[in-house]
């Protein structure tokens, strides 16, 4: 199994600041990863896939990076609504068994 | 737009088999993969598994002796049964869809289901 995980547990940022979040994967994904957002009592919303391509709808605010073992989600200016669960996942390995990191809170400061 | 609606029981006892549909609407549920991840209060996301259209299916190897999973392409739903369930098996349980055909990304989910394990 593919472990993923996610830096830091808890982010602490004010509204328009920039917050970077880290997820690590055990073996090499190549750029098969995804990041979501979830707020409370919501399904997961996916954010980035192929590691740095935005989903549809997604504000330019958010960037993915990263190949192989390393990626990062970057946002550039904090919005209100964006303080919620971020979760990276892999999806590389086959047979599927795709797995998530753990989640990284992003919270006002 | 696709959009996922799962039901079934939000209360099952332990040992029984907990049995949870999906339905599909705004789109066919052929020549895809459907998938189902759950996620227990306060924790994480874990990928229970995926079928696809032609009864193909993929299973997390840590549940896969209790996971059945079918499609019922003229009703456009899929369905999950989890075996011997116990408590640890308590959790908000989701259907979703990847992004397009081939990406393990997902793109649509539906809203979630608790299901709590029980006496």
């Known amino acids: 199994e593919i472990v993923m995980t996610q830096s830091p547990a808890t982010l602490s940022v004010s509204p328009g600041e920039r917050a970077t979040l880290s997820c690590r994967a055990s073996?090499?994904?190549?750029?098969?990863l995804a990041w979501y957002q979830q707020k409370p009592g919501q399904a997961p919303r996916l954010l980035i896939y192929?590691?740095?391509t935005r989903a549809t709808g997604i504000p330019a605010r958010f960037s993915g990076s990263g190949s192989g073992t390393e990626f990062t989600l970057t946002i550039s200016s904090l919005q209100s609504e964006d303080f919620a669960v971020y979760y990276c996942?892999?999806?590389?390995?086959?047979?599927?068994?795709?797995?998530f990191g753990q989640g990284t809170k992003v919270e006002i400061k | 737009q696709v959009q996922l609606q799962e039901s079934g029981p939000g209360l099952v006892k332990p040992s029984e088999t907990l049995s949870l549909t999906c339905t599909v609407s705004?789109?066919?549920?052929?020549?895809?993969?459907w998938s189902w991840i759950r996620q227990p209060a306060g924790k994480g996301l874990e990928w229970i598994g995926r079928?696809?259209?032609?009864?193909?299916?993929n299973y997390n190897p840590s549940l896969k002796s209790r996971v059945t999973m079918s499609v019922d392409t003229s009703k456009n739903q899929f369905s999950l049964k989890l075996s011997s369930v116990t408590a640890a098996d308590t959790a908000v349980y989701y259907c979703?869809?990847?992004?397009?055909?081939?990406?393990?990304?997902?793109?649509?989910w539906g809203q979630g289901t608790l299901v709590t394990v029980s006496s």
């Open positions: 192929g590691a740095s």
């Open positions: 079928i696809y259209t032609s009864g193909s299916t």
């Open positions: 979703a869809r990847a992004l397009y055909y081939g990406s393990g990304s997902y793109g649509y």
């Open positions: 073996q090499s994904v190549s750029s098969n």
């Open positions: 996942q892999q999806y590389n390995n086959w047979p599927p068994t795709w797995t």
């Open positions: 705004g789109g066919s549920i052929s020549s895809y993969y």
